[in-house]
């Protein structure tokens, strides 16, 4: 080869040295700069149990879980409460920080909780993990301290035939992403084995100086040597397999210590395999060695493209690592071989690990014979004796605790074969017996977890809400006796329940008025107890089951909807029932057909309007009728009494006492149904045998006015083609109540059509006269409260009492012949129609006015100024009521 190519070929080489000579001086710069923050020794003393002794933490990482020291040392009722990986704190940068894991029962600092983000500690704090354990944060600086010999972890590809280079990292911790540029590089070419990372895959951190491997909850798992990374991180040793969600990203991993000031060892792997300037070994310290120093071979990678090789030149951050984002798990793809393939990719290392653990054992079993002095023979003898009958008691007992530990040993199985229904079978029946077991209530928790929530997801997202119910019910049952599952099974109930009512919907859906608000109200009630134990509760389970995560992001986007709307809508309801109870409550229904109007164009999604208006204009009419004492409207109105909304039936229960009693009104309807049927001789018997008690002037008035009617119908027929029986008919069309006596109306309806523009004329002449005799009470100044509160009847009120019963005793007969000739619409009959209106209104206004004087008023004032104000009122009754009472002869007053 020519000098030129020999230096051409040599370039990448020692650019690759220098780059790698260049990283190592930066980032021992780096490290100056980080020790020059101050460092502390964490100190956490129990509040409430002093004797569980102070924890001290001199590690950059401290995990915190119900199987973690000390904490699995605790007693149960302290530990159990715990989750597994419930918490970590780590210092960094000079300060000390703690972070929730998503556990069940919460972290919390100085009472707050701890929720996405690490919460940063200070000296004096106090720090809780879950409701049992609270510790006194104590910060003591720590004294310099020598420089640890360095740690350098490369991981070398297991496949070369996709493309994978080298990681070389120095700066710990690492964090395993799908961003970091290791990895996301391949996602154009593999795009899929690139989502089954997660964005917080996994991190290798130090701890005793020694490199650990920790999954961080990721979708597809991290393996070592074959398994799958649980709840602790585990301890790295050289030659160790490792893959990351799958079997594409596969590494071995090489550990190399050496001491601050040796930058040697970090360039072996740049050298190429076939260099023949490259030393085979280097001498490396080995920590824990007899000797003190052990020679480690400082194996190269397979690879001679080491210029390829990606530096790690500064660490992630703990605050990164553990900030908790269950949306991000959303990007990622499940890789439901993950397991199995990643078990098959390291196999071959697991064995050989397990090869030399055997060696070892067989080593230290060597040397513990020596020093027991069994080298002997007699000594031997007399020790097979004694070891016999030790033995026979230890096989027995070892029988007796295999026998006891069956069922445990069979949940565990089936976990293990993949049988989660199963095993949670399997795990309530053995807490039904044993319900204190934590260990197993956790791995039952899991099992039941994988093995419906998917399903129980499926049947939501399909809307077969019946299929859920039922998953939900297996849920129920096989979670009676697990006191961690049933927290959980609640959350997935709440889940189901807020999808029943969200889903069907849509994100606009119209509010329905009094029916919507209680379901609203309940489910936020629920979530907004304590939001945050629901969102780790609902965390945890999005954890263990991928499935779970679309319908857990769907959820809280549903939460959010309501909320907003609860913030707008349930108000606005509120209001409007207080509103309309307010004004029921003060015989006011009139006042609500604007505030329903305002209603229908501020809250255009508010549905249900209608039926409350139906239910405004039945309730006024009633009250009107109520109002006028009128026993035949009333007990119309009572029989069409059916409300469709809560306000409008309180009110008419309230209303009870001041109605006619139900015995009353059926016999009032029977003697009605008569006088409908023109029988005016028997509704007129009828009605004379009603015993009104507080309607008995109401009725009697009543029964004057039919008497009237009958006499009169019957004087009609007889002067039926004698002069004057024109104006006869006129007068008597003016009387009838269009309503209670549409018989009698029928009857002359055909004469007084053909006399229908002197009918005509006649009401125009009465609308006449009632707009004169308006138009002077109005003048002469309108009834004032001085004059309803005088104790006698002055002149002025007499004389306008006089006036503005005229005004709707004619306004009142000029419209219903107006009503019954059906005269159509004009701008004057509006116009007319208005007036009629407004004196009926102040009719009722002063009679309400007088009736609330009730407690001041002489009762026989008060009821003489109801007489003269006129309308419906008992005051108006003739002065014969008592003898109207009678029952009439029959002959002029029977069936027309």
Known sequence: MAPDEALIMEMPVKMAQGSARDLAQDVAQDDVAQNAAQEFDVFLTPVARPELGEIRIDEALFAVGRSELPFAAYPEALAAPLSRRHARIFAEHGAVYVADLGSKNGTRVNGAAVARQPAQLSDGDEVAFGPALSFRVRLSPRAPQPQPPRVALTLVPERHDVGLQPLHVEQFPYLVSKGDDAFARFRDSYPHQVNYLSRRHAHVYLKGGIPFIEDLGSTNGTFVNGKRLADHGVPLDDGDLIA????????????RYTSAGDATATRSVLQPADAPDAPATAAVPAAGSDG??????????????????????????????????????????VNAEAEALAAAATAAGAGATGRRQRGRAALLAAEGARLFGLGHPARVRRAARWGGALLLLALVAGVAVYWRGAPERAVQSRFAAGDHAGAAQAADSYLARHPDDIAVQALGTEALLRAYVPDFAARLKARDMAGADTVLARLRQLSTHNAEARPLVAELDWIGRLERFTAPRGADAPIRLYTDEAPMRQLLA??????????????????????????????????????????????????????????????????????????????????????????????????????????????????????????????LASLAPRLPSPELARQYAEAARAWQQGDSAAALAALSQIRGGPWADDLARDVAHKQKVAAQYAALQSARGSRGYEDRLLDFY???????????????????????????????????????????????????GEQRLEPGISPKFRAQARLLSQAQ????????????????????????????????????????????????????????????????????????????????????????
């Not at 210029?307 to 605050?319: C, I, Q, Y």
């Not at 134990?533 to 769907?554: C, K």
């Open 292 to 333: 003190g120093s052990a020679i480690a071979a400082a194996t190269p990678p397979a690879r001679d493209d080491a210029d390829r090789t990606t530096f790690v030149g500064a660490p992630d951050s703990f605050l990164d690592i553990f900030c908790v984002d269950y949306a991000a798990h959303q990007e990622d793809e």
């Open 244 to 255: 990351f969600g799958g079997n594409h990203f596969v590494y071995k991993a090489h550990v």
């Open 809 to 896: 005793d004619d306004a009142r007969q000029g419209m219903r012949i107006f009503t019954q000739l059906r005269a159509g619409e004009s701008a004057d009959l509006a116009q007319l129609a208005k007036v009629e209106q407004e004196i009926r209104a102040e009719a009722e206004q002063q009679r309400h006015a007088l009736r609330e004087l009730g407690t001041v008023l002489d009762p026989a004032v008060l009821k003489a100024k109801l007489g003269l104000i006129g309308g419906e009122d008992p005051g108006n009754a003739p002065a014969s009521a008592a003898a109207a009472a009678a029952p009439p002869s029959p002959g002029p007053a029977g069936k027309p």
């Open 734 to 784: 003016a009387m009838l109540d269009a309503e209670e006596d549409s018989h009698f109306a029928r009857a002359v309806e055909g004469d007084v059509n053909g006399v229908r523009d002197s009918a005509l004329r006649r009401a125009r002449e009465l609308m006449a006269s009632a707009v004169a005799a308006w138009k002077q009470y109005r003048a002469n100044g309108v009834i004032g």
């Open 526 to 651: 629920y979530w907004n107890q304590d939001t945050a134990a629901h969102q780790r509760a609902l965390g945890r389970v999005a954890a263990d089951v991928p499935a779970f995560r679309d319908l857990y992001a769907d959820a809280l986007s549903d939460v959010r909807r309501l909320q907003n709307d609860a913030s707008v809508y349930l108000a606005a309801i509120d209001r409007l029932n207080a509103t309309i109870a307010a004004e029921l409550g003060r015989d006011r229904p009139e006042a609500l057909q604007p505030v329903l109007a305002e209603y229908r164009e501020k809250y255009p999604r508010l549905a249900g309007l209608d039926r409350v208006q139906s239910d405004l204009d039945r309730y006024t009419g009633l009250l009107q009728a109520l109002r006028a004492r009128r026993p035949g409207p009333l007990v119309t109105r009572l029989a069409d009494s059916r409300f469709a909304t809560p306000p409008f039936q309180a009110q």
